[in-house]
């Protein structure tokens, strides 16, 4: 949620960085401040009419103890119309409050200065590492790749669930497992997060505590009648789990990490790129979440971009990092990072992580706050998030990279005391 503080006292600087997202929102911001004046104005007449009534009431005290019943009388025709005056300014102040809530509520995250206008169109790619692959004979789809090793049942995924989900089968399954532990060790280990085994359903404030609720409605599978919405991510578990709670500077930072795994309806992806495990309703993903002083939340951005490209970089992978453009940055980031690597059979780059600082956005409608020292005025905390990593398409570039010209699959190292010493993939 926006700091309103901030967009009064900064409106032009509000709505410069508005622009850079969302211009038509940030068009707005004029009305905006007028409808919080209004408020404003309304809850100050309000107070005073209470303050009006208060005091006639006490006056009616004193008129009946001097036994001056007709003034008192007076008196008590001023209060009931006084009473009407508040019933009619409640109701004044809580539909301007609902409205401005509600624009609060709509409105996006201002993107960092860092960040470059436009759309995906804009993104930056900041640079490449590793040599993309070559081989000497066509390389495979994955999904072929799959078929022929029996790591995946694409028809019978579709006939258990429909379009979108996929079965894993015998090495599949173990390969999908042992990335997952591989990641979760290489956190944990490597990189001092705690490890968390999260709720798969989250209810409706925690959902709105991470803003998923505002843009990811139409993509979250929806329980309506406990109303509990399937994870999309990690991320509004790990967001919550806080929510409510003064925290000590002293805990900061936080590194949290967990696997799960994601629904998502992909709604409006209908005919692209369908096939194989390039998009998929049901996924599995390790999740990073970070809580930080303000001061400190870009610096442990960049170290969180390198956490989840160690994942990358220990598989042998090539992949590449883009700094995305405020159009395509999620509706809670100030600033976002996508890492993609490089799969070799369908010639793409897919994205496979996204790491991103939403600075206090998340942590204003969560209120989650931390204390510099005892007694000192509570400060909202900065929340970031990334992928570490996705797996479907890091399977599929993996198969893809590590396939050799006889059909098999060379398991990369790292992975290899996960899969009890398998050093290749064969029929």
């Not at 066509?138 to 078929?147: C, N, S, Y």
Request: net charge negative; glycine share 6%; with cysteine.
């Amino acid at each position: 949620m926006l700091d309103l503080k901030m967009l009064r006292s900064e409106p032009e600087e509000v709505q410069r960085k508005l622009a850079k997202r969302d211009p038509s929102l940030a068009s707005e911001i004029p009305s905006f401040l007028e409808l919080d004046k209004r408020h404003r104005e309304a809850e100050t007449r309000l107070t005073d009419l209470k303050a009006k009534s208060n005091a006639s009431a006490k006056l009616i005290g004193q008129l009946k103890a001097q036994k001056r019943e007709e003034a008192a009388s007076l008196q008590q025709e001023q209060v009931r119309a006084l009473k009407q005056d508040i019933a009619s300014q409640e109701l004044l102040v809580s539909n301007l409050e609902e409205e401005r809530a509600g624009w609060l509520f709509k409105a996006p995250n201002l993107p960092d200065d860092s960040v470059p206008a436009g759309n995906e169109t804009n993104n930056e790619v900041l640079r490449t590492v590793g040599d993309l692959p070559e081989f000497e004979f066509e390389p495979k789809a994955h999904w072929d790749i799959a078929e022929s090793l029996g790591l995946i049942d694409f028809a019978r995924g579709v006939k258990l669930s429909g379009s979108g989900f996929v079965l894993y089968k015998g090495v599949g399954a173990q390969l999908e497992r042992a990335l997952i532990q591989f990641m979760i060790d290489l956190h944990v280990e490597m990189h001092g997060y705690t490890e968390w085994s999260t709720p798969f359903f989250l209810n409706r404030d925690s959902v709105t505590g991470s803003a998923h609720i505002v843009k990811f409605t139409p993509e979250m599978y929806h329980d309506a009648e406990d109303d509990l919405f399937a994870l999309p991510t990690a991320e509004p578990a790990l967001v919550n789990i806080h929510r409510g709670e003064i925290l000590g500077v002293d805990q900061l930072p936080l590194n949290y990490v967990a696997y799960s795994p994601c629904w998502r309806r992909e709604a409006g992806a209908a005919g692209k790129d369908t096939r194989g495990l390039l998009r998929v309703h049901q996924f599995d993903k390790v999740e990073m979440v970070k809580y930080t002083t303000p001061e400190d939340s870009y610096i442990e951005l960049e170290k969180m971009l390198t956490n989840a490209t160690d994942v990358i970089s220990a598989l042998g992978l090539s992949y590449r990092i883009l700094l995305l453009a405020a159009g395509d940055i999620s509706f809670a980031a100030s600033k976002t990072y996508d890492i993609e690597i490089f799969a070799p059979g369908v010639g793409k780059w897919l994205e496979v992580s996204s790491v991103s600082n939403c600075e206090d956005f998340q942590s204003r409608r969560a209120n989650i706050r931390f204390r510099r020292e005892q007694g000192a005025k509570p400060e909202f905390v900065h929340l970031l998030n990334g992928s570490g990593t996705a797996l479907p398409r890091l399977v599929a570039a993996l198969l893809e990279t590590y396939q050799n010209e006889d059909g098999s699959v060379t398991i990369p190292a790292a992975l290899r005391p996960y899969l009890k010493g398998l050093e290749r993939i064969t029929n």
